[in-house]
């Protein structure tokens, strides 16, 4: 049985559509919902380096249910994310019937003070609002570097150097 405060290691899968952790570890298999499993990491071999998730009310939704987040950044603005799988269909013509692809669509988040995530837009304009008072050194820092508001580890970079403008020397 796992305890408050246990750590299992072991082989990780997170299935985005179920919502679940399956660790494998010594002591067998434990699969986990967000209300059973506080945060987990994962090494990333695409990305050469670790994600860290979280199990945080989802401030979407009416009955605020737990669910995975994945933290980009944490300061001044502490942004998550979620990840899911949608069907789009691609080629749709007078001559063809097109056809469907999956895609893999981020969902990005601010954590609140109370501790909830709430919705943002993917928009650069939006982000922007939000570092208002740092927007000029934030837009010259992604335009310099070639990032892409619209690709999650650019923007993980942008939000990374927007909140390293506030840490104190």
Wanted: proline share 4%; charged share 25%; glycine share 6%.
């Amino acid at each position: 049985a796992v305890r408050e405060a246990d750590t299992l290691r072991g082989k990780i899968s997170y299935d985005l559509q179920t919502n679940t952790v399956v660790i494998q570890g010594d002591g067998g298999v434990f699969t986990g919902s967000p209300r059973t499993v506080a945060a987990f990491e994962i090494f990333d071999p695409n990305i050469i380096n670790y994600r860290k998730f979280y199990s945080l009310p989802d401030g979407s939704a009416y009955y605020n249910n737990p669910v995975f987040f994945e933290l980009l950044n944490d300061g001044k603005l502490t942004v998550l994310c979620r990840e899911h799988i949608e069907q789009r269909t691609a080629g749709y013509s007078f001559y063809s019937y097109g056809f469907t692809e999956n895609v893999l669509v981020v969902e990005y988040y601010m954590l609140n003070t109370a501790g909830k995530a709430e919705p943002l837009t993917s928009a650069k304009k939006a982000w922007l609002q939000l570092m208002s008072r740092k927007r000029d050194q934030v837009e010259e820092y992604a335009k310099k570097n070639k990032l892409q508001w619209a690709n999650k580890y650019d923007l993980q970079k942008i939000v990374g150097y927007y909140n390293s403008l506030f840490l104190k020397p």
